[in-house]
């Protein structure tokens, strides 16, 4: 059974910088899209980013463009999210997700996920 585990949130004072990663096992993630989503308090799952499995295409939403960039490394079966210039509404919870069927800014299209790793960013 696949499962991923991301790592690297914490606390992060605005402007700074953070890296983010997610560890895939029990699959391989060369066979599957991979993306990032977040979830701020109150609010629902939020898409970030992903990367197509097949031509490394990214794509970003709105709100990460120019800050955030996605990155898999199929060899090691993990991605990662670099994110900088964070601001205080980028806190959230950030997930990994793998394996996506229809829309894949839509979290309801994505089939694994991991636990999520928290991300603040202090005013």
């Known amino acids: 059974q696949a499962q991923l585990v991301e790592s690297g949130g914490g606390l992060v004072q605005t402007g700074g910088s953070l890296r983010l990663s997610c560890a895939a096992s029990?699959?391989?993630?060369?066979?599957?899209?991979v993306a990032w989503f977040r979830q701020a308090p109150g609010k629902g799952r939020e898409f970030v980013a992903m990367m197509n499995w097949n031509d490394y295409v990214a794509r970003y939403a709105e709100s990460a463009k120019g800050r955030f960039t996605i990155a898999r490394n199929n060899a090691e079966n993990t991605a990662s999210l670099r994110m900088s210039s964070l601001k205080p509404e980028d806190t959230a919870v950030y997930y990994c997700a793998a394996y996506s069927t229809g829309r894949s800014d839509l979290p309801e299209a994505w089939h694994c996920w991991g636990q999520g790793t928290q991300v603040t960013v202090s005013s």
């Open positions: 029990g699959t391989r993630f060369s066979d599957y899209s």
